[in-house]
């Protein structure tokens, strides 16, 4: 038979004392409401005797606060939204909160659906990286004084906090190093998208190409095509055979390039220069180790919870919005070194 669950009345009932110095035990308010160390040491071998466990929907409506986040992100299976949810769930456990962590995969409706059912279940704030078309559904958050914080991507004409990287800067970066490793002829590959994260990598592109008096090349995958992404690839270089280098705007899109690479052409996985935005577990077994722009993990994290907690301990409603732009790193490889410095090398 299913055991009756036990509350603070009952061990008030109990141990013949008020329900609200029960209470203030438990939460671990004894000292601050000057309760005897007896009284205290009373009530809290008794719930330990019984395994006592509290009742948290009835706390969280009792305190308003469930304790709980969520974190949407576009996919938690790829490696830099994986690696990112590891380090601030430990962070954020420490501040003693749990987080859900949720895929919305860039699509509006699935990201509707999944604000609307964690707002009905009284979540204390949300950490998303926004599909393109849900701005008035995070308007809606705000102007409910739901705490909320933006990663990654964020829409131009919303007061909303917000923390991500320099993406133009990166990507500028990225294309510079290429350029003077002597890369001369480089593409970039990216998708249809105008958010703002894929737009700033591509202006970045566009920036060093200018200032250098090179010619761009670049190919923009319709977004609800990705699934086709090695066709588009393949087509790419087919027709740009003159190419000597690549940079990928995200690294499932280098995902599809050295998967085309190796289908049909494998020596241009040893030929071209290459750079993917983010890392990616399978660039470990390429012939050469792929460079990459590397995201501060522990960094955008430690600033997320930052702003998450300053909205949840804030009493004002009208609360300043402020973006945090962090700075990326090249981590340099072979597949961006000057072919002649890596032939050496070898020999």
């Known amino acids: 038979m299913k055991s009756k669950t036990v509350s603070i009345k009952n061990i008030a009932d109990e141990l013949k004392i008020s329900i609200t110095t029960v209470s203030f035990v438990l939460n671990g308010k004894a000292v601050e409401k000057h309760i005897s160390k007896e009284v205290t040491q009373k009530v809290l071998d008794y719930a330990k005797r019984i395994n006592y466990r509290p009742n948290l929907i009835a706390q969280s409506l009792r305190t308003g606060k469930s304790k709980i986040l969520v974190f949407m992100v576009e996919d938690i299976s790829n490696s830099f939204f994986s690696k990112l949810a590891r380090i601030f769930e430990d962070m954020i456990y420490e501040k003693g909160y749990k987080v859900i962590f949720c895929s919305n995969e860039n699509n509006d409706e699935r990201s509707k659906e999944l604000i609307e059912l964690f707002h009905f279940r009284q979540v204390d704030g949300f950490i998303i990286v926004p599909s393109p078309g849900i701005k008035d559904s995070i308007e809606g958050l705000i102007k409910n004084n739901i705490?909320?914080?933006?990663?990654?991507?964020?829409?131009?004409?919303?007061?909303?906090?917000?923390?991500?990287?320099?993406?133009?800067?990166?990507?500028?970066?990225a294309v510079t190093h290429l350029i003077d490793n002597q890369f001369k002829n480089i593409g970039f590959i990216t998708t249809t998208s105008n958010q703002s994260q894929l737009r700033d990598r591509l202006q970045g592109y566009e920036n060093a190409i200018a200032a250098h008096g090179l010619q761009p090349a670049i190919l923009r995958i319709p977004e609800n095509k990705l699934m086709d992404g090695k066709e588009y690839i393949n087509d790419f270089f087919n027709k740009n055979t003159d190419l000597d280098s690549v940079f990928f705007s995200t690294n499932y899109l280098a995902q599809h390039g050295l998967e085309t690479f190796k289908d049909n052409d494998?020596?241009?996985?040893?030929?071209?220069?290459?750079?993917?935005?983010?890392?990616?577990?399978?660039?470990?077994?390429?012939?050469?180790?792929?460079?990459?722009?590397?995201?501060?993990?522990?960094?955008?994290?430690?600033?997320?919870?930052?702003?998450?907690?300053?909205?949840?301990?804030?009493?004002?409603?009208?609360?300043?919005f402020k973006?945090?732009?962090?700075?990326?790193?090249?981590?340099?490889?072979?597949?961006?070194?000057?072919?002649?410095?890596?032939?050496?090398?070898?020999?």
Do not use: W
Request: aromatic content about 6%.
């Open 323 to 347: 973006k945090d732009v962090l700075k990326a790193e090249l981590i340099i490889h072979e597949s961006s070194l000057m072919k002649k410095c890596i032939e050496n090398q070898i020999v």
């Open 266 to 320: 494998y020596q241009l996985l040893k030929k071209l220069g290459i750079i993917s935005f983010d890392d990616h577990d399978m660039f470990r077994l390429c012939p050469t180790s792929i460079t990459c722009v590397s995201r501060p993990l522990a960094e955008i994290s430690a600033k997320l919870i930052e702003k998450m907690l300053f909205l949840l301990d804030s009493k004002d409603e009208n609360k300043s």
């Open 147 to 173: 705490p909320v914080v933006l990663m990654d991507r964020f829409f131009d004409d919303l007061d909303c906090n917000y923390v991500g990287i320099d993406n133009e800067r990166a990507s500028n970066d």
